[in-house]
C-alpha cells in the first residue's frame, strides 16, 4: 500500500498556489477538519515559539490523516534530534528556522532522508507510514518525495544568501520571516520600509530562478493580494490567535454598537 502522498508539494511543484494557516495557540482535536471546512490545505504548528510538545504533534499529525490536509511543522530547534522524531510521528514537512546558507540548508534536507542520500534513521510500520509495513524501498521513495522542506529567510545573512539556498535540492520553499526580518535589518516593525520590501522581491526572485515557491504569513488581505501578485504561492492566512481574537473582537464590538 503506497504511502499519503503531499498534496501541497505537488501543487507548489506544478505551479500553483496553495493556501493555509499557522497554529501556535490552539490543538484542538477537530482543529484539522475545521480547518479543511475552512479551505485550508495545510497547517504551519509552531514548536518554536509555542508549548506543543512532540505528542501534541502526534496526536494533530493522526487527526489530519485521511483529511487530505497536510500537517507542516516548524521545530523548537535546528536539531537533528527534532526532525527525526517529528518525521516518525507523522510531520510531512518543515519549517526551518533562520537558514542562512546553503551548506546549512543542505544539511538540514540530508536529516529527512534516509542513507546514501541523508541520515535518517530507520522506522517502518510506525505512524509516517500509516502503520502499514511495506516493502521499505518503496517506503523510502514514498516519504522522501513526499515532505516538503521550507526555509525561514529571516535575517540580512540568509537574505544575501538566498539564490544559493534555493538552488539546494530538496529546499521546496522560500518563506519570509518579516518581522524577524525587519529586526535584522535595524528597522523592526516596519514593513513596508524599501529595505524590507527589497528582501519581499529578492527572496520571490530566488525562488522563481530554481522552480520552487515563496511563502509568506498574510497578515491581512491587503498584504496577501500584495504578495501572490509579486510571485508567492504559499500562503498562510493569519495565525490561530489573531484569527481568534479578531472574529471574537468584532463580533463584540458589534454588538456593542447596536446597544
Given at each position: 500500500?503506497?504511502?499519503?502522498?503531499?498534496?501541497?508539494?505537488?501543487?507548489?511543484?506544478?505551479?500553483?498556489?496553495?493556501?493555509?494557516?499557522?497554529?501556535?495557540?490552539?490543538?484542538?482535536?477537530?482543529?484539522?477538519?475545521?480547518?479543511?471546512?475552512?479551505?485550508?490545505?495545510?497547517?504551519?504548528?509552531?514548536?518554536?515559539?509555542?508549548?506543543?510538545?512532540?505528542?501534541?504533534?502526534?496526536?494533530?499529525?493522526?487527526?489530519?490523516?485521511?483529511?487530505?490536509?497536510?500537517?507542516?511543522?516548524?521545530?523548537?530547534?535546528?536539531?537533528?534530534?527534532?526532525?527525526?522524531?517529528?518525521?516518525?510521528?507523522?510531520?510531512?514537512?518543515?519549517?526551518?528556522?533562520?537558514?542562512?546558507?546553503?551548506?546549512?540548508?543542505?544539511?538540514?534536507?540530508?536529516?529527512?532522508?534516509?542513507?546514501?542520500?541523508?541520515?535518517?534513521?530507520?522506522?517502518?510500520?510506525?505512524?509516517?507510514?500509516?502503520?502499514?509495513?511495506?516493502?521499505?524501498?518503496?517506503?523510502?521513495?514514498?516519504?522522501?518525495?513526499?515532505?516538503?522542506?521550507?526555509v525561514l529567510i529571516e535575517?540580512?545573512?540568509?537574505?544575501?544568501?538566498?539564490?544559493?539556498?534555493?538552488?539546494?535540492?530538496g529546499v521546496d520553499?522560500?518563506?519570509?520571516?518579516?518581522?524577524?526580518?525587519?529586526?535584522?535589518?535595524?528597522?523592526?516593525?516596519?514593513?513596508?520600509?524599501?529595505?524590507?520590501?527589497?528582501?519581499?522581491?529578492?527572496?520571490?526572485?530566488?525562488?522563481?530562478?530554481?522552480?520552487?515557491?515563496?511563502?509568506?504569513?498574510?497578515?491581512?488581505?491587503?498584504?496577501?493580494?500584495?504578495?501572490?501578485?509579486?510571485?508567492?504561492?504559499?500562503?498562510?492566512?493569519?495565525?490561530?490567535?489573531?484569527?481568534?481574537?479578531?472574529?471574537?473582537?468584532?463580533?463584540?464590538?458589534?454588538?456593542?454598537?447596536?446597544?
Open positions: 500500500m503506497a504511502v499519503r502522498g503531499n498534496p501541497v508539494k505537488q501543487k507548489l511543484a506544478s505551479g500553483g498556489t496553495t493556501y493555509g494557516t499557522m497554529i501556535f495557540e490552539f490543538l484542538s482535536p477537530g482543529l484539522p477538519q475545521m480547518s479543511v471546512n475552512a479551505g485550508a490545505e495545510f497547517l504551519f504548528y509552531d514548536m518554536e515559539h509555542s508549548g506543543f510538545g512532540v505528542s501534541d504533534m502526534k496526536s494533530q499529525c493522526a487527526a489530519c490523516r485521511g483529511l487530505g490536509i497536510v500537517p507542516l511543522v516548524r521545530p523548537p530547534g535546528k536539531q537533528y534530534q527534532y526532525v527525526a522524531r517529528l518525521l516518525d510521528i507523522g510531520a510531512m514537512g518543515f519549517l526551518f528556522q533562520m537558514v542562512e546558507s546553503a551548506e546549512e540548508a543542505a544539511e538540514l534536507v540530508s536529516w529527512t532522508r534516509y542513507p546514501p542520500r541523508g541520515h535518517r534513521g530507520a522506522i517502518f510500520g510506525g505512524a509516517h507510514d500509516d502503520y502499514h509495513s511495506t516493502k521499505i524501498a518503496d517506503t523510502i521513495a514514498q516519504v522522501e518525495a513526499r515532505t516538503l522542506n521550507a535575517t540580512e545573512a540568509g537574505l544575501a544568501n538566498v539564490d544559493e539556498i534555493m538552488a539546494v535540492d520553499v522560500a518563506h519570509l520571516g518579516h518581522a524577524d526580518m525587519s529586526i535584522s535589518m535595524g528597522i523592526p516593525g516596519q514593513f513596508n520600509h524599501p529595505k524590507l520590501q527589497g528582501a519581499v522581491d529578492k527572496i520571490a526572485e530566488a525562488a522563481a530562478k530554481h522552480g520552487k515557491a515563496a511563502a509568506t504569513l498574510a497578515v491581512d488581505t491587503a498584504w496577501g493580494e500584495d504578495f501572490m501578485e509579486r510571485g508567492y504561492r504559499m500562503m498562510s492566512w493569519s495565525y490561530d490567535i489573531a484569527l481568534f481574537q479578531s472574529g471574537l473582537g468584532a463580533g463584540i464590538a458589534s454588538l456593542k454598537a447596536g446597544d
